[in-house]
């Protein structure tokens, strides 16, 4: 009898062990068609976005590229012709839904794509951020047994695209340290048809205090920045960019073969004179009520340059590149430059070496009034004076502004900085 009453629980055991284990299986299935789905799902929508932050900061652009490249991939992954994206209106319960959002029918899927998008905790949408939400919804088949018959799978990715929608006027390249551009005093710098760049990822990568105030077109920043006292900064600078590559990392130094050497020069009291471009092993001093002209051409300086005093240096079509030493002008000094009009480096007119990590100090009453590029990609430029930059663009590791300097760069990007690609990347 009780071997018998064993056997029957046995029984019962296997049925329901077996029953387990189909239900688990049959679960299995559904489980991996929801994955499949938001797998799908969420390598379109990184196609997407990245295809959208291509066109910023056009959002109108963006959005049509993005839900274009939705459409082909949904197509070639379901081989079917590619679905026309059809705009729908946006069901108004979708909590990730922003004014700026517009919403499609791409086959069986409901496409949001949002740009300028605003991510939790930025002030402002920004218009260099795309996002894209895709839903579907997948049909079950044994989760029926249990009341549910379909659910709804949904992905999102949002892109950035650091294209600046204007001339790039200032990039300060440091990737990492704290006031890599800083104003102090009552500083001003002002930034005409053109952009400020800062790769710094520090808190406190831009810093401004005092009474300075910093004006540009457009202001991006990898990390954030940090307002003291009285100053202030126009417009919001945009947090939380991509590091933007180096606009002149490809532009090689000049060639010395052939140039004609010179020993270094100091020229001072009221004395007039007129230096050729080559190579000056030492350091230029012009002092006093010196006046030098700089005939055009390329000069290397082995042991930088100073300005001071009252004295003056001017030259068209020139490039300085300092190897060594530091460039300098003090007191009431004025350095007046324009660049070369053509060649490799046109539109330059400052190009200090890669392995130079001297700072550029203008300081004083200095008067800098220079047309071209100032390039120093491993020094820092440091304005106490009144400077006057046209046509031009400033390329440094770090920039400082003290005391009481009007910097005004009328943006301008020279040949070799032209046409660098968009910098793209997910952030989300």
């Known amino acids: 009898m009780e071997r018998k009453r064993s056997r029957g629980t046995s029984l019962v055991l296997t049925a329901f062990a077996i029953f387990a284990l189909l239900a688990t299986a049959a679960l299995a299935i559904d489980w991996g068609l929801i994955y499949l789905a938001r797998h799908q799902l969420q390598n379109f929508v990184d196609a997407a976005a990245l295809a959208g932050a291509q066109e910023l900061p056009g959002a109108a652009q963006a959005k049509r590229a993005a839900a274009e490249n939705y459409a082909r991939n949904y197509g070639e992954n379901f081989r079917i012709p590619p ?128 009474n300075a105030s910093l004006t540009a077109q457009q202001i991006a920043i990898v990390g954030n920045y940090q307002l003291q006292g009285n100053a202030s900064v126009t417009p919001t600078p945009l947090t939380g960019q991509p590091p933007a590559p180096d606009p002149l990392a490809s532009l090689p130094p000049p060639p010395t073969s052939g140039l004609p050497v010179f020993p270094g020069r100091t020229i001072g009291g009221n004395d007039n004179a007129v230096l050729q471009p080559g190579i000056y092993t030492g350091p230029i001093r012009v002092e006093g009520n010196a006046s030098v002209t700089l005939q055009p051409g390329i000069y290397i300086l082995r042991g930088g340059l100073l300005v001071s005093g009252n004295a003056r240096v001017r030259g068209d079509g020139v490039l300085l590149y300092n190897e060594n030493g530091r460039i300098e002008v003090q007191g009431n000094g004025e350095l007046r430059l324009s660049a070369p009009t053509s060649g490799t480096y046109q539109g330059i007119t400052i190009f200090q070496s890669r392995s130079n990590t001297q700072p550029l100090w203008f300081s004083g009453n200095a008067n800098l009034r220079i047309s071209g590029t100032i390039y120093a990609p491993k020094g820092s430029v440091h304005f106490e004076g009144n400077a006057d930059l046209q046509d031009s663009m400033v390329i440094a590791w770090r920039v400082e502004l003290q005391g009481n300097p009007r910097v005004t760069i009328r943006a301008k990007e020279p040949p070799p900085a032209a046409g660098e690609e968009v910098a793209i990347g997910l952030v989300e």
Do not use: E, M
Request: hydrophobic share 40%; net charge positive; aromatic share 6%.
């Open 83 to 210: 679905p026309t994206p059809q705009t729908i209106s946006c069901p108004p319960s979708d909590p990730d839904l922003q004014p700026t959002t517009t919403c499609y029918q791409i086959g069986d899927d409901l496409v949001h794509i949002t740009t300028p998008y605003q991510r939790t905790g930025d002030p402002s949408p920004n218009p260099n951020l795309i996002n894209v939400k895709a839903c579907r919804v997948v049909s079950l088949f044994f989760a029926r047994v249990l009341g549910v018959r379909q659910i709804r799978v949904c992905a999102k990715a949002t892109a950035i695209g650091s294209r600046p929608a204007v001339a790039r006027g200032l990039v300060v390249l440091d990737p990492s340290g704290g006031n890599a551009l800083w104003l102090q005093g009552n500083a001003r710098l002002q930034i005409f048809d053109g952009s400020v760049i800062v790769n710094s990822s520090a808190n406190n990568a831009l810093f401004v205090q005092g």
